[in-house]
């Protein structure tokens, strides 16, 4: 048997993650010049000013290897978060712990449950742990918390949720997450994905670090949240899960002692306190949307309420507008991988682009009619 006859079917049969061109090549490609991207619910405005002068002022430690505790990164969100410091694990962006979570969680032959049309990363870091997703539609473009809970058998390790979920932007709400979780045995890990936490402005949403414990019972929760989105450092790659200490000490083991790079721990601890950027931010974002959903409703086309800093809009044919909004030079996400053919996925950005982007969705929507 050679090596690779050994790699198993389910490593096989894994589709590679298809990433945007980088906008340089893009522009020489259309030959076009200018262009704004509106397809990955990156911050507008940029990192916290702060982060950036907290890195610039450090770049001469860069032969140094990274603080592999996050030390002071670590004492100061736990303050912030009202958590003690052994319920907390950083990783290299909020995906590399959903990965450290199904390694240490799930074994070959497992199950997850994740919804349909929920983040794909899910499904891909389960089947590349020999885990299978079992996946459990939408209802309304929101998870359906009682068929995820119906969906649950004896090989179910782990439960994903997004709170807002991407790409739909959509929440579920107290009493249908407190529902659900009466459901829900201690000995299933909830992974609650919220890296949109900090833009959902509904009363009756859930912050799943609250019910860590709840009702005096101890449900098994795992929290994660970023600094790729509020905090524009998505290039840094950095987030973080909050959970029981026992859950949160077994990825400690698993994972990599530098996983979390140093500049990334010097911007994340200065752009936690920078109220200024993470005020305007939230600002932009609300005049974005609204400005967004006027104009998308204008136009008549169908829109889904969304809670985040992107919406999903229903165009005709995705694939077509995405391809002739690029050649205008406004870069939004097709959403054929999440089985949403008639569907573009925009990000919030400055007044300035989301006024551009409707321009030129106008005319692309009048040239398709
Ligand atoms: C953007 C996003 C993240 C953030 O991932 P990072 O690895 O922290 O950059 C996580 N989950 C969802 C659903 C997202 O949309």
């Known amino acids: 048997m050679s090596l690779l006859d050994r790699v198993p079917e389910y490593i096989r049969s894994l589709v590679p993650y298809e990433p945007g061109k980088p906008i340089e090549e893009v522009e020489r490609e259309y030959g076009i010049e200018g262009s704004i991207k509106l ?11 702060k982060a950036v002068k907290a890195v610039a002022e450090r770049v001469s430690d860069l032969h140094l290897y990274p603080d592999g505790d996050s030390f002071y ?11 003690s410091q052994d319920r907390l694990i950083f990783g290299n962006g909020s995906n590399e712990l959903i990965e450290l979570a199904v390694r240490t969680f799930m074994r070959p032959g497992d199950e ?16 590349a742990a020999g885990g299978a997703s ?12 009682e068929a995820m809970a119906q969906a649950i058998t004896p090989k179910t390790r782990v439960v994903f949720l997004a709170n807002p979920n991407n790409p739909t932007g959509t929440i579920y709400r107290r009493r249908e997450f407190e529902r659900f979780l009466e459901r829900i045995s201690a ?3 909830l992974i609650v994905d919220e890296a949109y936490f900090e833009y959902v402005g509904d009363a009756d949403y859930p912050n799943s670090i609250a019910y860590q414990v709840y009702q005096g019972e101890g449900r098994t929760i795992l929290t994660l949240r970023t600094f790729s ?4 450092l998505a290039g840094l790659r950095i987030g973080y899960a909050v959970g029981p200490k026992e859950i ?17 721990q010097w911007a994340a601890l200065a752009a ?39 919406i999903l809009l229903r165009v005709g044919d995705g694939r077509a507008v995405f391809e002739k909004l690029l050649r205008r030079g406004v870069i939004v996400r097709p959403m054929g991988a999440y089985d949403l053919p008639d569907y573009i996925r925009v990000t919030v950005g400055t007044m300035m682009e989301n006024s551009r982007f409707i321009e030129e969705l106008k005319t692309v929507v009048k040239e398709n009619e």
């Open 187 to 189: 000995e299933i890990l």
């Open 73 to 83: 990164l670590k004492r100061a969100l736990a303050a912030k978060l009202g958590v």
């Open 112 to 127: 997850a449950i994740v919804a349909h049309r929920a983040f794909v990363i899910y499904r891909l870091v389960v089947q």
């Open 272 to 310: 936690l306190d920078d109220a200024e950027h993470i005020r305007r931010t939230l600002e932009v974002n609300r005049e974005g949307m609204e400005y967004l959903e006027r104009e998308v409703d204008k136009l008549g086309l169908k829109r889904v309420a969304s809670q985040a800093n992107f």
């Open 134 to 145: 079992k996946i459990v539609p939408l209802k309304d473009f929101t998870h359906d918390l």
């Open 39 to 49: 397809a990955s619910n990156e911050n507008p405005l940029g990192p916290s000013p």
């Open 229 to 232: 989105k509020l905090y524009g």
């Open 248 to 264: 949160v000490g077994l990825m400690q083991r698993v994972r990599q002692p530098f996983n979390v790079n140093a500049a990334a």
